[in-house]
């Protein structure tokens, strides 16, 4: 196996596997496949990896390439709550001011590899059943895997597909999240931003809200399409949507993106963490929000997650939030 690869679960219950070496692109190619991966505040003007080979495969044909690899398990180190603490107190704040409507930090748990490594990290992404979608990179020391729930968009032609994904809960708690007014208004920041984000594209209908259940998580969820009245480019798509509200700052200013980022790189948070991470094959793209994902870089694993704070949020409450997308992470690898 070639040390770069990477990979995206694609329709018809395939992966897309690209082995490299890769070549960076400002655009996507005319034919043929490229990977589309960026950091959370968009700063590369190369975002398409074109590889050397790419196929539509199997994923269990592609995990039986990594037969032998050593199953995975990390040491994970304490969580202290006294960082994340400082930067919601300041959030508040920001949201008394009238900065924000809502944000999202990112809280970092940290730990080491004890047994496997990175690739096997990977092949348990593979596993990941709809409508979880695999994803990953993986190059020589480094890389990250993840199992996402969320499209940031898909393209096919003039039909482009996005959805709201956010309101948590506890599986055991679907009936309150259904009915619970701080988590609607959760949502319907998101689910109402991207339609006015939207609305001038083309003819956009937006679905019904209603209850994803993910194993031990369920989220809100509310699927949104646009016909659109031309054709419109990949790149300019994730520029107009990322970060939605699920991930990033409401209002979206270069002012409230920057607190966001000094939040972010304060307690940690991989660059790619709620970026778009996506794939191009033939004309079809479908965009993925990087998280529910583990990052390694030598014997290092770092478990991201998000939490979205609005004048409503409680400390407590969020905190929990984020254990439980974490423990489903963990879950989902077997770690
Ligand atoms: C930020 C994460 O998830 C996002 C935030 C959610 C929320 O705040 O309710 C729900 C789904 C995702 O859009 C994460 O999993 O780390």
Same mark, same amino acid.
């Given at each position: 196996?070639?040390?770069?690869?990477?990979?995206?679960?694609?329709?018809?219950?395939?992966?897309?596997?690209?082995?490299?070496?890769?070549?960076?692109?400002?655009?996507?190619?005319?034919?043929?496949?490229?990977?589309?991966?960026?950091?959370?505040?968009?700063?590369?003007?190369?975002?398409?990896?074109?590889?050397?080979?790419? &196929?539509?495969?199997?994923?269990?044909?592609?995990?039986? /390439?990594? *037969?032998?690899? #050593?199953?995975?398990? !990390? @040491?994970?180190?304490?969580?202290?709550?006294?960082?994340?603490?400082?930067?919601?107190?300041?959030?508040?704040?920001?949201?008394?001011?009238?900065?924000?409507?809502?944000?999202?930090?990112?809280?970092?748990?940290?730990?080491?590899?004890?047994?496997?490594?990175?690739?096997?990290?990977?092949?348990?992404?593979?596993?990941?059943?709809?409508?979880?979608?695999?994803?990953?990179?993986?190059?020589?020391?480094?890389?990250?895997?993840?199992?996402?729930?969320?499209?940031?968009?898909?393209?096919?032609?003039?039909?482009?597909?996005?959805?709201?994904?956010?309101?948590?809960?506890? &599986?055991?708690?679907?009936?309150?999240?259904?009915?619970? /007014?701080? *988590?609607?208004? #959760?949502?319907?920041? !998101? @689910?109402?931003?991207?339609?006015?984000?939207?609305?001038?594209?083309?003819r956009l209908e937006r679905g019904a809200r209603e209850v994803l259940d993910l194993g031990p998580i369920v989220h809100f969820h509310t699927p949104i399409e646009v016909a659109l009245d031309r054709d419109e480019s990949v790149e300019s798509l994730i520029r107009r949507l990322h970060p939605t509200p699920a991930l990033g700052p409401l209002p979206r200013t270069g002012e409230t993106m920057s607190r966001l980022q000094t939040w972010r790189e304060r307690l940690g948070a991989p660059v790619e963490f709620?970026?778009?991470?996506?794939?191009?094959?033939?004309?079809?793209?479908?965009?993925?929000?990087?998280?529910?994902?583990?990052?390694?870089?030598? *014997?290092?694993?770092?478990?991201?997650?998000?939490?979205?704070?609005?004048?409503?949020?409680?400390?407590?409450?969020?905190?929990?939030?984020?254990?439980?997308?974490?423990?489903?992470?963990?879950?989902?690898?077997?770690?």
């Amino acid at each position: 196996m070639k040390d770069t690869w990477a990979f995206l679960g694609w329709s018809g219950g395939k992966v897309l596997v690209g082995r490299g070496p890769f070549r960076a692109s400002a655009v996507a190619p005319e034919s043929g496949a490229a990977f589309y991966r960026n950091d959370f505040g968009l700063s590369s003007d190369l975002p398409w990896w074109i590889p050397a080979e790419w &196929a539509l495969m199997e994923p269990a044909a592609l995990a039986r /390439e990594w *037969e032998g690899e #050593e199953p995975p398990r !990390v @040491a994970w180190e304490a969580l202290d709550a006294s960082p994340f603490a400082g930067v919601f107190q300041e959030i508040t704040t920001s949201i008394r001011w009238g900065i924000f409507e809502k944000t999202v930090p990112v809280v970092v748990e940290r730990g080491s590899f004890v047994a496997g490594a990175g690739p096997s990290l990977a092949v348990r992404a593979l596993a990941g059943p709809p409508p979880l979608v695999p994803y990953g990179w993986v190059d020589g020391r480094g890389g990250f895997a993840g199992m996402s729930p969320e499209h940031l968009l898909m393209l096919e032609g003039r039909m482009l597909r996005t959805m709201a994904l956010a309101g948590t809960a506890r &599986a055991e708690e679907r009936e309150v999240l259904a009915v619970d /007014e701080k *988590e609607i208004r #959760e949502h319907e920041f !998101v @689910a109402q931003a991207l339609v006015s984000k939207l609305g001038d594209l083309g003819r956009l209908e937006r679905g019904a809200r209603e209850v994803l259940d993910l194993g031990p998580i369920v989220h809100f969820h509310t699927p949104i399409e646009v016909a659109l009245d031309r054709d419109e480019s990949v790149e300019s798509l994730i520029r107009r949507l990322h970060p939605t509200p699920a991930l990033g700052p409401l209002p979206r200013t270069g002012e409230t993106m920057s607190r966001l980022q000094t939040w972010r790189e304060r307690l940690g948070a991989p660059v790619e963490f709620g970026a778009p991470f996506g794939a191009w094959v033939n004309g079809v793209a479908r965009v993925l929000v990087a998280i529910r994902g583990v990052w390694w870089r030598g *014997e290092d694993v770092k478990l991201p997650a998000g939490c979205g704070v609005i004048e409503a949020s409680r400390l407590v409450n969020e905190w929990r939030e984020l254990r439980l997308k974490r423990e489903a992470v963990k879950a989902r690898f077997g770690l």
